[in-house]
């Protein structure tokens, strides 16, 4: 299962944000001064830093709302286990959830209650449209 991913844990999302020019030259002052070795490298440990100051909130909200917290990966067999057991799934993630590339828009709708996710979602155009009204 984990050699057919081809997203890791590791790997990283894409954000974008406006800065004031202010901010952004007191980041790029700090950067020159060799502090960071770029903007990304501040604004990434920056974020850090910050969720580190809220990790008691964190941790106490992951378990209150059943998150799991980091990768969670669904296989077309893991779905169709799902639906021979007449059953229905509630995905909770805080991290990345990945539906197997394999997985149809059925499939993904018969087995699937509701999908929340808390960082980045990775299936397919077609699963995603089947589940549009229970993503969260």
Known sequence: MAD????RAGDTEKVTINLGLIDLGQIDLLVQEGFYSNRTDLIRTAIRNH??????VIRQTVARKS??????HYTRADLEAVQAAGQTLRIQVLGLATIAPDVTPELAQATISEISVLGALH????VKAALAGRIR
């Open 4 to 7: 057919e991913l081809k997203v």
């Open 51 to 56: 969720l580190s100051t809220h990790g008691d």
């Open 67 to 72: 998150l799991v917290l980091g990768l969670q």
């Open 123 to 126: 299936a397919s155009p077609a």
